[in-house]
Nanobody, 125 residues
Framework: QVQLVESGGGLVQAGGSLRLSCAASGRTFSTYVMAWFRQAPGKEREFVVGINWSNGRTYYGDSAKGRFTISRDNAKNTVYLQMNSLKPEDTAVYYC??????????????????WGQGTQVTVSS
């Protein structure tokens, strides 16, 4: 089992920045992918960005390109999501997700077996 714990959400004004963290613990694997999804009220969960933990490759969803950056700290088993130039439409619950034994960064919610509890991000206009 893999446990994921997010932190770093909060309230920020439009144009501001936040950094989310997701700490992974539990069983370790040689290959896995971690990703961030978000879900706004009344909307489906949306892929934001993912990272292949083994080779560091990343894949950004359209909503994240140019404003968000994913990174990892191997020693801490933690992945970060730096969000800049935030907009009110970025308001959502942000979830960390992981899947193991895979190489490709999937963008579908159902492809991930492990999920964090979510952290709320609210961007005021």
């Amino acid at each position: 089992q893999v446990q994921l714990v997010e932190s770093g959400g909060g309230l920020v004004q439009a144009g501001g920045s936040l950094r989310l963290s997701c700490a992974a613990s539990g069983r370790t694997f040689s290959t896995y992918v971690m990703a961030w999804f978000r879900q706004a009220p009344g909307k489906e969960r949306e892929f934001v960005v993912g990272i292949n933990w083994s080779n560091g490759r990343t894949y950004y969803g359209d909503s994240a390109k140019g404003r968000f950056t994913i990174s990892r700290d191997n020693a801490k088993n933690t992945v970060y999501l730096q969000m800049n130039s935030l907009k009110p439409e970025d308001t959502a619950v942000y979830y960390c997700a992981a899947d193991v034994g895979i190489w490709t960064i999937a963008t579908t919610e159902g492809d991930y077996h492990y999920w964090g509890q979510g952290t709320q991000v609210t961007v005021s206009s």
